[in-house]
């Protein structure tokens, strides 16, 4: 696989949203202030009369979004992901989906690659935050593809979804022509020594690793949970049944995330270990993208060390 | 109908309205009646004169819109919807009781007539703003009203929500602070007071009014007076008497949240004879 042709997936959103908006007329932008980190300045180029600046507000914003809902309008607020669950956790539970809304919260600059401004725009727990929130829909794209697979289904779900978006630039996995399911895992190789559950800018981290092992005739097979919620227990049971050892790896903690997800499947359906990587229950912290993968484990090489322990 | 006519009739609702929040909440031995019977007479006016609303349509895209942003004071609007005839008044007995519909704040799933949920404070406002974009964006005709505790205010949200109605020259939107002076642990200005009210409105670009949310007269007035400002929001805000019209609620901060005994119910009922 070639690993060199990247793009972040921040930037996918707002090319998706353009396109999206020339084919649906009701489909809104918000914005908090951030518009040109987020990228939904494209959008706002393109149809200005459809961008809502509401400013630093992003408690304000969130509601504003759940107004234009109830008016048929399909409303795409956007900022940090630190900002647009943590700070308004209550709005989007209250006004958006106890009523079960039609809005899509779509935040960039989740987990660690933020990078260099540190722990405070660091969103390690948004998955947590939304997947527990009855009516909301989770989805955690890995590449440009996907994320813009995830845009052009946000707006067909009729109900609230969370979507996170990644600032640096990731591996380019999907061709245009595949085929995307909601709360469908794509599966990757067919070995049984392993399953690494992937999401987000770690499938490639989990790709490259399995590349890497099949040098040393180690099979695994890497799945991409694309939808956190719902998940697809199917594919999580099949991989348990069929592969010696389960691993999870996210850029997000490893409480309430993906790991929890699967966790909770296992325990329901197939008990079976399952070995989480990601954030450990710990804050974030400044240096740049690579770097902070690295010194969180957050790497192919940490996925490759974890597989061949105890195998 | 006269005005006199109109303004008889409305508080011949008004009264009913009042009998129907004690009603509820004694049969729910809950609830919120301070809060309810001051926005009681601001209610009847909007759901029996001045709201353009099809009973027979509820989701009525041209219809108006009320939020009620202070959504603990349900027990109003059920029974103004009620009245209205959106859904069966026998049903308000069943108010916050197992199986009903009718949740102990609005909610727009299960209630017909409710335009938004609410319960959680200082949401609203930005809600209606939502709502009033919408409307400039569709070309719409029709207007918003949003209900706000004066305690209420104090959320910070509020005046992000503000900013928003001025920058958007939302004059599709009529905001109105109902101003009784309590909250649940005492008076606002004693707890954290948003005083002066009509200079922080007027200084976020709203156009103010300033009324006694228990005159029909006025009442009407300020929602006709609103309609002819352009380009600015406008706030009413309405001096009321928390727990009006039930002597012994009236102006006490412990009726905020309290349902009466059988004793204080029928006190009650005999008073709105």
Redesign the interface.
Known sequence: MNFENKKATRQSYGEALVELGKINKNV?VLDADLAGATKTNMFLKEFP??F?D??I?E???????????????I?FASTFAVFATGRVY??I???IC???LNVKICATHCGITVGEDGATHQMLEDINLMRGLPNMTVISPADDTEAKWAVKKAAEINGPVYIRFGRASTPIIYDENTNFELGKGIQFGEGTSATIFATGIMLAKALKAKEELEKENINIRVIDIHTIKPIDKEIIIKCAKETDKLISIEEHSIIGGLGTAISEVLTDSFPKKLIRLGMKDCFGKSGNAEELLKYFELTSEKIIETVKENI | MSEFLKIQNLQKIAKDVRKDIVEMLYSAQSGHPGGSLSITDILTTLYFYEMNINVNNPKD?NRDRL?LSKGHCSPALYSCLAEKGFFPKEDLKTFRKINSYLQGHP???KIPGV???S??L???L??????????K??DKSYRVYCIMGDGEIEE??IW??A??SSK?KLDNLCAIVDNNNLQIDGKIEDVMSPYPINKKFESFGFNVIEIDGHNFEEIINAFEDAKKVKEKPTVIIAKTVKGKGVSYMENQVGWHGKAPNEEEYKLALEELK
């Open positions: 809104v009369d459809r809502f509401i400013g507000a408690q304000n914003m969130i509601a504003t979004a759940a107004g234009l809902s109830t008016c048929g309008k409303p209550d709005q539970r209250n006004s106890y009523p079960n | 895209e939020i909610d727009m799933k335009d938004m949920t319960g959680s200082g949401q609203g930005s809600v209606a703003n939502g709502i009033a974009i919408a409307g964006l569709d910070g949200q992000e929500a900013m928003t958007y």
